[in-house]
């Protein structure tokens, strides 16, 4: 018990440090002691109007790829899990090549395909790059819903004559949406937080990881850390209200009891 405690303490102490310089007045832009307390920062999170417009620039590119990485995951995984085709072992050691390999390599790599193809580095081949990587993340983690999931719950709304259609709105995609929600989480965080991928790749685009690093050489303004205040706090609720929500599931699936085995139709 003690020492899962430090281990949380040593995890959370880097975001209780950001926490707390967001309410620091620094005494020049290359100091990070703490100085006086302010709520200037938290009350002008856009005084340094480049940065909110990399911030912003984050999270569309975050948003686009997210809903595409997605959106192709789901249908991969569902495919990977429900059928069985030729190629499907070969696609499934693909999916983590993405994962396994260095991003370095992987934005030298679409750094060069987008030269080589003439497609000019900027917004667009921004979110082609973060798609790429995001859908690994996403077939992975819906996979792994998809398997644990009671196939019989199906084979039983199918005996009480529901078509496919209906057996997926009402019993498939509720069982399925917390595996995609979460994969979702942690596309847009992969996509906000890249940077590597993103630098060789942007052009002159400035997203909001490269406005952090570029800053960091003349003086991180007390914004930045507000701003990782505020996204770490809404990644706690979201997450917060999605276990919630599973709890609550749960406790209704043991109140309902165990499913019968399902009979098969003639």
């Known amino acids: 018990m003690i020492v899962a405690l430090l281990v949380l303490g040593y995890l959370a102490l880097p975001i209780l440090v950001v926490a707390g310089l967001s309410f620091n007045r620094p005494s020049s832009r290359l100091s990070y002691d703490f100085n006086e307390f302010t709520l200037d920062n938290w009350r002008q999170p856009c005084a340094t109007s480049d940065m909110c417009d990399a911030v912003v620039r984050s999270v569309q590119i975050g948003f686009i790829a997210t809903v595409v990485a997605t959106v192709l995951g789901t249908l991969m995984a569902f495919a990977l899990v429900r059928h069985r085709f030729r190629g499907r072992s070969g696609i499934n050691v693909l999916i983590f090549l993405p994962m396994a390999t260095p991003e370095l390599v992987m934005g030298t790599s679409l750094l060069a ?148 085995q399902a009979r098969r139709s003639s």
């Open 113 to 260: 395909l987008f030269v080589s193809a003439g497609v000019p580095q900027g917004f667009w081949t921004i979110v082609i790059a973060h798609v790429m990587f995001c859908v690994s993340f996403v077939v992975v983690t819906v996979k792994a819903r998809l398997a644990g999931m009671d196939r019989r719950l199906e084979e039983a709304a199918m005996d009480l004559y529901a078509n496919e259609w209906q057996t997926f709105r009402r019993i498939t995609l509720p069982l399925v949406l917390p595996g995609i929600v979460a994969a979702a989480l942690l596309a847009f965080s992969l996509s906000f937080d890249d940077f590597i991928i993103t630098n060789f790749n942007a052009g002159t685009t400035v997203t909001f990881p490269m406005y952090v690093w570029g800053a960091a050489q003349r003086g991180i303004p007390p914004q930045v850390n507000v701003i990782g205040t505020a996204m770490f706090a809404i990644a706690l609720l979201l997450v917060g209200l999605s276990s919630l929500r599973g709890r609550r599931a749960r406790r209704a699936a043991l109140l309902a009891g165990p499913v019968p």
